[in-house]
């Protein structure tokens, strides 16, 4: 009996395969001839800052807008990088840079790693970048702080009109876990920043270098007393914990950053209250409290300037009069240890580099970071979600959304059941644009129309509850409960019956009483007690 060898034809799933692999490797290789060492460095700089303006760029590579908008261009030209613009923030504030799965593959060149773990190690990979679009403006005042911190330290910490010589580290919402009595716990901060400050040598004789370490809080308006509270007692039992025995005394200065002075005693007595826990009273936190100039935080501010206040005693004082030096086994730990081990002059020549990529082959081509957000926002815009999981959709819904819609949404949150006439008032803006947000936001799906016995109201969907909560990078769990028909029946008719029960019912019963019958308000906003949310009252409740 004979048989017939032969070699199967190649299928044409294999064949394109093989192709598109060919494409990127060529496209990673060409990329890789052009770049100059100032296109690594920005590189590397939107992988560990994704969503960047130019402006955050120059002022962490020290140098000008000019040049790093030039390198920008290059690299956006070469398909490395893209770029979003906001909603919630406007065209106002310029474009925000991200790497393409491209320009992660020719930079995991660079680097000798892996393009997956090199993601995953910062938290740039495909769900990292989604989780951080609703939090985009929340972001963009971060990095106004940290900006606004690391421009003028050398100023802030000249000695004698003498400059020193400042460097600087910093990581986004921050978190380390720890073990305290027995327990695992972590604590959280908005960001950590290091200052390396190396002061100028007087005349021979060698000057020794100063860190210091900040923990950076920026207020999110939804944050209730007791959530507060609870990451102020975090940094308590951080600082009390076995690890940290033997460097007790020196522990990070807390500065936190409110948008009005409502906020920040919310703060302060949060403060107060971190300190008492099953019968053991904590020494105080040494932090200081300040309200952003700007209410949405989006212009640059020298925050050494600001009217600082202690956060246990409320009096007047400077940043740089309570920040002490530490020594580098004090400052916390994560994934800064490498960068402050390593310092600024570690980084790679370009010659280097060059005999390293020569030496090695390309990394095999994986879809680590699909991109092209803006595009895809625009298709959720249009209700076109097919295929999309509810992660996704939350995400680009949050890159699409304005900061006017944003505001609406969270003022619902804060008073559910509104009428648009009392949204409009609460606005101040005219009855006509309510209605347009409401038409944007219910094809959005993220509000939802009641009728009841007393009219129209509206009240978040849970969509829109799960986008606000993102938005303020928040669990829902911390702003929503689930309950059955029956219990969000008498939630309604509460609500419907005096805007709930206690203080704020009797008060708001209280005010409608008391109003002349033809009166109409424009808005009323009362201080209950510690903790409660301000409450909106009108005579329609």
């Given at each position: 009996m004979s048989t017939m060898t032969g070699i199967l034809p190649e299928t044409s799933a294999k064949r394109q395969g093989r192709?598109?692999?060919?494409?990127?490797?060529?496209?990673?290789?060409?990329?890789?001839?052009?770049?100059?060492?100032?296109d690594v460095q920005l590189l590397r700089a939107l992988l560990r800052?994704?969503?960047?303006?130019?402006e955050d760029v120059a002022i962490a590579r020290d140098s000008s807008v000019a040049t790093v908008y030039r390198h920008l261009a290059l690299l956006h030209s070469l398909g490395l990088v893209e770029r979003v613009i906001p909603g919630?923030?406007?065209?106002?504030?310029?474009?925000?840079?991200?790497?393409?799965?491209?320009?992660?593959?020719?930079?995991?060149?660079?680097?000798?790693?892996?393009?997956?773990?090199?993601?995953?190690?910062?938290?740039?990979h495909e769900r990292g970048l989604l989780r951080l679009l609703p939090r985009l403006a929340h972001l963009v005042t971060l990095q106004n702080c940290i900006n606004g911190l690391v421009a003028h330290a050398p100023e802030a910490l000249a000695r004698q009109g003498r400059k020193p010589v400042c460097r600087w580290h910093w990581l986004r919402d921050y978190r380390y876990r720890f073990s305290f009595r027995d327990q695992d716990m972590s604590c959280a901060a908005d960001a950590l920043l290091v200052l390396r400050v190396r002061p100028l040598p007087e005349g021979s004789l060698p000057q020794e270098t100063l860190w210091y370490?900040?923990?950076?809080?920026?207020?999110?308006?939804?944050?209730?007393?007791s959530l507060i509270t609870q990451r102020l007692r975090r940094l308590l039992y951080y600082r009390e914990c076995p690890e940290r025995r033997r460097i007790y005394h020196h522990f990070p200065l807390v500065l936190i950053l409110v948008t009005n002075p409502?906020?920040?005693?919310?703060?302060?007595r949060a403060a107060a209250d971190a300190l008492k826990m099953q019968g053991s009273l904590f020494a105080p936190l040494e932090g200081v409290i300040a309200r952003l100039p700007d209410e949405h935080g989006t212009a640059l501010t020298n925050l050494w300037r600001l009217p600082w206040s202690t956060l246990s005693g409320n009096a007047p004082c400077h940043v740089q009069e309570l920040l002490a030096p530490m020594p580098l086994e004090a400052i916390p730990s994560g994934?800064?240890?490498?960068?402050?081990?390593?310092?600024?002059?570690?980084?790679?020549?370009?010659?280097?580099?060059?005999?390293?990529?020569?030496?090695?082959?390309?990394?095999?081509?994986?879809?680590?970071?699909?991109?092209?957000f803006a595009a895809r926002a625009e298709l959720v815009a249009r209700d076109r979600t097919s295929g999309l999981d509810a992660c996704e959709t939350m995400a680009l819904l949050g890159l699409?959304?304005?900061?006017?819609?944003?505001?609406?949404?969270?003022?619902?949150?804060?008073?559910?059941?509104?009428?648009?006439?009392?949204?409009?008032a609460l606005f101040t803006v005219e009855y006509g644009s309510i209605e347009r947000y409401l038409r944007e936001l219910r094809h959005m799906g993220c509000?939802?129309?009641?009728?009841?016995?007393?009219?129209?109201?509206?009240?978040?969907?849970?969509?829109?509850?799960?986008?606000?909560?993102?938005?303020?990078?928040?669990?829902?769990?911390?702003?929503?409960?689930?309950?059955?028909?029956?219990?969000?029946?008498?939630?309604?008719?509460?609500?419907?019956n005096g805007y709930g029960s206690g203080w704020n019912g009797i008060v708001a019963r209280w005010c409608c009483a008391t109003w002349p019958p033809n009166f109409t308000p424009m808005r009323a906003t009362w201080r209950i007690a510690p903790g409660s949310r301000n409450m909106p009252c009108s005579r329609s409740c």
């Open positions: 192709t598109r692999a060919r494409r990127w490797m060529q496209a990673i290789a060409e990329s890789r001839e052009r770049l100059t060492q100032e800052y994704p969503f960047s303006r130019a919630v923030l406007g065209r106002a504030t310029g474009s925000l840079y991200h790497l393409s799965n491209l320009g992660l593959h020719v930079l995991a060149v660079y680097e000798q790693a892996d393009p997956e773990m090199l993601a995953r190690s910062w938290q740039t370490g900040m923990l950076l809080f920026l207020d999110s308006t939804i944050n209730e007393r409502h906020r920040r005693e919310h703060w302060q994934p800064l240890d490498e960068d402050i081990a390593s310092g600024e002059g570690a980084d790679a020549t370009r010659e280097t580099l060059r005999v390293h990529i020569e030496a090695s082959r390309v990394p095999r081509f994986t879809q680590v970071i699909r991109g092209d699409s959304l304005s900061r006017r819609l944003l505001k609406l949404l969270t003022c619902c949150l804060d008073h559910p059941l509104l009428t648009m006439g009392e949204m409009a509000m939802v129309r009641e009728e009841t016995p007393v009219g129209e109201r509206w009240r978040l969907s849970e969509r829109g509850l799960r986008l606000v909560a993102a938005a303020h990078h928040m669990s829902i769990s911390r702003i929503a409960t689930t309950s059955t028909p029956a219990q969000q029946r008498e939630s309604t008719r509460r609500e419907h």
